[in-house]
């Protein structure tokens, strides 16, 4: 069929070791409701998924998604979901990848996969043009997330795509992740999938294809991606030059840049780590996803010196700030050597970086001794130290084996005292942007299914630079304003499932791709007849979907909240020093728009809306 969809379905058991294939035919109404990527999965998940499921159990299921864009000329659509009930957070979980795992994907044949079960011995995954294997694995555990390209493609196809867990996911770390694209380092980083892929006992997913993804209308479609190219290129130059850290500098003069566990307001060494330093130093070259003409992705060597070899993917906004700032490191080679080891090993950088602050902080108040820490002293703006945990964390070795567990289980095990410093929201450490310096950011941290990141909603920059005037978002507002912020949040995070969905990375819309041209795409891709208006209630409705899986996973009103650093302690110094977010305000501007009921509930009559009564 020619409409963007492969419209089949891989089906894994790894317990009973059987596969099958779901076809899923036309299906036009079910893919106009949830697109693909996030909303497909979410969609397929509730089925699946029951209120007591252990996220670490063979009853959970991890789906991987591609949507209608992945695989065809549309910029920047190389990207494919991984989702799951969180081990982290024991809510919703999923994370957006790119690189070119998703397109190979769909040149074997397939939308998505669906794994359930548990196998008894290691095993991967080999999926070549419609056929599927399961492969014994035991050889490839304890191989790191790099090296395992050369092992698999040797037994499989030099040119496959691979998605592997390290160390980190075989040993069930909760902030773990799924890596693809080998030295480049493109990760599933949130929410710990790659703990869930580790508890199946599944090291990798390798794929190869040689089919294409059909469009409806192609000439079309080529022709208005050539009309919004220019100005895309354009738009997104500092990403190219610089990749995200280029803009480190500029966020911390907005003091948006957390600094030591998010405690301080300015920080000087921020030009030390930014994107222009990366550049002046350790760059080689840029990393391009599939049908990406920005190249954000930093390709960087280190060859001499205390934090070498590093060779490949280079860090991003997230892990310099992660590894710099919040701990209070200004050593770029030693932040590279961190993203390394993270990449290698299989685990998220926020995570692994928020909870190193958690325990410098708990180190500095009392709460850790030498004895618990192996005799090194948890000092601030340590990299050794900070290095050495890493090493901790993914093997489960001593401290790490209980800072693995992420913050919020940390800290309860550690004392109880430890929560005014435990910075988390639903159980996931938080982004790299602070809500203090955009009160809308504060809102979708809030309320965010999968807890406090950015990528859920990108509400700061709304609050900045970016509009949508299809959803009446025509300028950025006052940052510090209270008013409206909870509409902003409702509306940029729906904007953000659909994205997600239809699988397009968010840097478009630096670019000037608009609501507006997703959705002429998308008829174009289909040979649907979607609407603006249509296509806003998808996004609607897939954002409640997700809302529907936490409230059956046990989600309370109280869930909805920031720690009370974030909205009680002013920052003092930096371009926030005083504001303090009303998160209560803004919470209940936000459940009224959305038609949810003041503890947080979606109503029977929103749920009719948006024809999720019987999902």
């Known amino acids: 069929m020619s409409d963007g969809y492969m419209h089949r379905i891989l089906i894994v058991d790894l317990t009973s070791g059987e596969c099958s294939i779901r076809s899923t035919g ?3 109404e079910t893919f106009r409701k949830y697109l693909g990527g996030t909303g497909l999965a979410a969609k397929y998940l509730y089925g699946e998924l029951r209120p007591g ?3 670490l159990g063979p009853e959970n299921v991890l ?4 949507g209608p864009f992945c695989g065809t000329p549309i910029p920047c659509s190389g990207r494919h979901t991984v989702a799951a009930k969180s081990p982290l957070t024991g809510f919703w979980g999923e994370s957006d990848c790119g690189g070119h795992w998703g397109v190979m994907l769909k040149k074997a044949g397939f939308d998505g996969i669906v794994i359930r079960g548990q196998a008894e011995q290691p095993v991967y995954l080999w999926i070549q043009d419609g056929k599927v294997e399961i492969r014994e694995a035991r050889h490839l555990w304890g191989i790191d997330t790099y090296d395992i390209y050369d092992v698999v493609r040797k037994e499989t196809e030099k040119n496959a795509e691979i998605a592997s867990i390290g160390i980190a996911g075989e040993n069930l770390v909760r902030f773990s992740v799924i890596m693809t694209d080998g030295k480049d380092g493109r990760a599933s980083g949130r929410t710990g999938m790659g703990a869930v892929m580790g508890s199946k006992r599944l090291k990798a997913v390798a794929v190869h294809g040689t089919g294409k993804t059909e469009i409806y209308d192609r000439k079309n479609l080529v022709a208005s991606i050539r009309g919004v190219t220019p100005n895309l290129i354009k738009g997104t130059a500092g990403l190219s030059n610089f990749g995200t850290s280029g803009g480190v500098v500029n966020i911390e003069k907005l003091g948006d840049l957390p600094i030591k566990n998010w405690q301080e307001g300015s920080w000087s060494g921020a030009a030390d780590i930014s994107g ?9 070259g840029k990393y391009h996803c599939a049908s990406c003409p920005i190249g954000c992705g930093r390709v960087v060597a280190i060859t001499e010196g205390k934090y070498s070899p590093v060779l490949g993917a280079g860090p991003e906004y997230e892990t310099v700030a992660v590894f710099g700032a919040l701990l209070l490191i200004n050593d770029l080679a030693a932040i590279c050597m961190a993203n390394e080891l993270c990449n290698r090993y299989g685990i998220d950088t926020l995570s692994t970086g928020g909870v190193i602050a958690f325990a410098f902080e708990a180190y500095e108040r009392g709460f850790l001794s030498t004895d618990q820490t192996g005799g090194i002293k948890l000092e601030w703006g340590s990299p050794d130290v900070m290095l050495q945990l890493i090493h901790w964390i993914a093997e489960r070795e001593g401290i790490g084996a209980l800072l693995a567990e992420g913050v919020k289980i940390a800290s309860e095990k550690l004392d109880p005292k430890c929560k005014e410093f435990a910075i988390h929201v639903k159980g996931l450490e938080p982004s790299m942007h602070d809500p203090r310096a955009h009160n809308g950011l504060a ?9 406090a990141t950015h990528n859920q909603g990108m509400t700061h920059n709304f609050e900045k630079v970016l509009t949508c005037p299809e959803m009446g978002l025509t300028k950025p507002p006052d940052r510090f304003a209270v008013e409206g912020k909870g509409i902003v949040a409702a509306k940029t995070e729906d904007f953000m499932s ?3 969905s239809l699988k397009i990375c968010k840097f478009v819309l630096f670019g000037g791709v608009s609501l507006t041209d997703l959705c002429q795409w998308l008829n174009m891709v289909t040979g649907w007849d979607i609407s603006l208006e249509e296509l806003i209630k998808t996004g609607e409705r897939i954002t409640n979907l997700k809302r529907l899986h936490n409230i059956r996973f046990g989600l309370k009103r109280e869930d909805d909240g920031l720690p009370r650093r974030l909205t009680a302690e002013r920052r003092g110094t930096g ?3 005083d504001n303090l977010p009303d998160i209560n305000t803004m919470l209940k501007e936000y459940y009224e728009y959305r038609g949810w009921s003041d503890s947080g509930l979606p109503l029977p009559e929103k749920i009719k809306e948006l024809n999720l009564e019987t999902i």
Request: net charge negative; aromatic share 8%.
């Open 443 to 451: 809102v979708l941290y809030a309320v965010s299914n999968v807890g």
């Open 26 to 28: 036309p299906q036009k």
């Open 276 to 284: 222009m330093k990366l550049a002046e130093t350790y760059l080689t």
């Open 575 to 577: 371009g926030s020093a």
């Open 63 to 66: 789906i991987f998604m591609t």
């Open 53 to 55: 499921t252990d996220p």
């Open 498 to 500: 659909l994205c997600d």
